[in-house]
């Protein structure tokens, strides 16, 4: 198994983010997220988009959708990877232990559904 370390950054965003008060994500709103994945010299890039999704929902597409690329991707599969994101929302909860505490506690929260799908490639 080589040991060299996996880069993957990560970003997603909404124009409406929905952070003021009376706004909110409208369903014609465009929601979009990428990933660039490096590993050695090679690179895997992958971007998205859907409609009336929210930032924090694009942050969460982003790095699962990443995550999948790397375990459906012999070479990358096992290991060590850094995630690069500016996403506190998606960084705070597997760097502080909080992924973990959800899960078990299984207590409904925004994009609930995203989290439980992202924390089993988490684990890998």
Not at 3 to 10: D, G, R
Not at 34 to 42: C, L, M, Q, R, T
Not at 43 to 56: D, E, L, V
Request: positive net charge; without cysteine; glycine residues 6%.
């Amino acid at each position: 198994m080589n040991n060299s370390l996996i880069k993957v950054y990560t970003d997603g965003g909404n124009r409406n983010t929905g952070n003021k008060p009376g706004q909110h994500v409208h369903e014609r709103d465009l929601s979009a997220w990428a990933y660039i994945i490096e590993y050695e010299k090679k690179q895997y890039i992958a971007s998205g988009f859907q409609f009336g999704a929210t930032n924090n929902a694009m942050e969460l597409m982003a790095v699962g959708s990443a995550f999948r690329k790397i375990t459906k991707t012999e070479e990358l599969k096992k290991q060590k990877i850094e995630l690069i994101s500016d996403s506190h929302y998606v960084l705070d909860p597997m760097e502080k232990g909080w992924l973990e505490k959800w899960m078990k506690t299984k207590k409904e929260r925004p994009n609930f559904t995203m989290w439980q799908t992202l924390y089993p490639m988490y684990l890998e």
